[in-house]
């Protein structure tokens, strides 16, 4: 099943049937059910027959958004390069292999941009990536019950001067973006499911890469226990898992670029940059 936000509610879409669902549902009720899945499978008896929203919003409202991070081997890779004139390239190796992965806290519904919607890029920042990554949707009990396509901008010239200025490489105005919908699904997407990252200028794709969720460290459920671990989050909670695909360090994102993430069980999330 996939769960669609827009501005008149919610819509479900399953086997290619979609159904708009009470016009009183919310996205924090759907992730305050003990078993979300059945829990829309019962409201969608009280639906009607719908479109699927042709301008969906990102899938979030009352949820914190969180994130992983050197959770691939290209991602440590990176941020040990990035970090090395700073004097921290060597903590980024030791949490690749430790326990206890690297969490940090990443944005609220305000800070989010729907797909469609502009990303934005740090005035005070020359190095900026998109970093396309697989985001797990967590109910209030800490279980994982859909996935979505996430974004997390990033400023890696301010992550690189030094690690203690990661909230503002990665905590601003729209340095997020979430969509095109939940996919309701209790099993994770197979390892072999490629995450495909394409970037615009002009109309021509100036970056393209891709990597698969088989190549994320760390199993999914364990980093959403450790998010779960000693916090709340009475509404639920969204998780990006980290990335595996960082741009050459002489590329950097300009205004007017577009970024598309494409992740197939899910879709396709498309944000110009601002």
């Known amino acids: 099943m996939k769960l669609y936000a827009a501005d008149s509610g919610l819509v479900l879409e399953d086997g290619g049937a979609a159904t708009r669902l009470p016009p009183d ?7 305050a059910a003990d078993d979300p899945a059945s829990f829309l499978a019962a409201q969608r008896a009280a639906g009607r027959p719908a479109a699927v929203p ?8 009352s949820q914190e958004v969180w994130a992983a991070g050197v959770t691939y081997l290209r991602s440590r890779t990176a941020r040990m390069a990035e970090s090395k004139d700073a004097g921290g390239g060597s903590f980024y190796d030791r949490v690749y292999d430790a326990d206890r992965p690297e969490l940090f806290f990443k944005a609220t519904r305000a800070r989010v941009a729907d797909p469609g919607t502009p990303v934005r890029i740090r005035a005070d920042s020359r190095w900026n990536v998109p970093e396309p990554e697989l985001t797990l949707a967590i109910n209030a009990r800490g279980r994982i019950f859909g996935y979505t396509v996430g974004n997390d901008m990033s400023s890696r010239d301010i992550e ?9 490489a990665k905590v601003y105005h729209r340095s997020a973006a979430l969509g095109p919908c939940l996919w309701i699904e209790d099993r994770p997407p197979a390892p072999d499911t490629v995450i495909a990252l394409e970037i615009r200028r002009q109309g021509a794709a100036v970056f393209a890469d891709q990597t698969t969720v088989g190549r994320i460290k760390r ?8 998010l779960f671990r000693e916090n709340v989050f009475p509404a639920g909670a969204l998780l990006m898992t980290g990335t595996g695909i960082v741009p050459p360090d002489a590329f950097t994102l300009q205004s007017g ?3 598309v993430i494409t992740i197939p069980p899910i879709g396709r999330l498309l944000n110009p940059v601002a």
């Open 25 to 31: 549902l919310t996205l924090d009720q759907v992730f």
């Open 160 to 168: 690189g001067e030094n690690p203690l200025y990661l909230p503002q």
């Open 219 to 226: 199993p999914l459920a364990s980093l959403a226990e450790w």
């Open 54 to 61: 042709a301008a969906p919003l990102a899938p979030v409202l």
């Open 257 to 259: 670029d577009e970024v």
